[in-house]
Nanobody, 128 residues
């Protein structure tokens, strides 16, 4: 099961880097994604990265501000968040995917149904 860390309180315009550690010798074969859920809202897609790291996908709301990356040697995926806005406030979840590679690419990693295991989430709060 993935384990997220790195959340916290930051002022608008600031930065945070989230980490997600996932165990298993086959980490390099998984695609991964970040989602977030704000109070009273549905969980929404933020970013995704393919098994090799060669493909990355972003929600329009974070494109140009967030960067997803992975280090397969450390079994870890990262989400670098810059220029944070109050509307980025949410619990952020990491998830692993063993979906077919063509399916993952087709949906740009954005569908929740692509993912098998979810972390417990880490709170990100951006103050104005």
């Amino acid at each position: 099961q993935p384990v997220e860390s790195g959340g916290g309180l930051v002022q608008a315009g600031g930065s945070l880097r989230l980490s997600c550690a996932a165990s298993g010798r086959t980490f390099g074969s998984y695609s991964l994604g970040w989602f977030r859920q704000a109070p009273g809202k549905e969980r929404e897609f933020v970013a995704a990265i393919t098994w090799s790291g060669g493909g990355t996908y972003y929600a329009d709301s974070v494109k140009g501000r967030f960067t997803i990356s992975r280090d397969n040697a450390k079994n870890t995926v990262y989400l670098q968040m810059n220029s944070l806005k109050p509307e980025d406030t949410a619990v952020y979840y990491c998830a692993t995917s063993s979906a077919r590679r063509d399916e993952f690419i087709y949906y740009s990693g954005s569908r929740r149904s692509l993912y098998d295991y979810w972390g417990q989430g880490t709170q990100v709060t951006v103050s104005s």
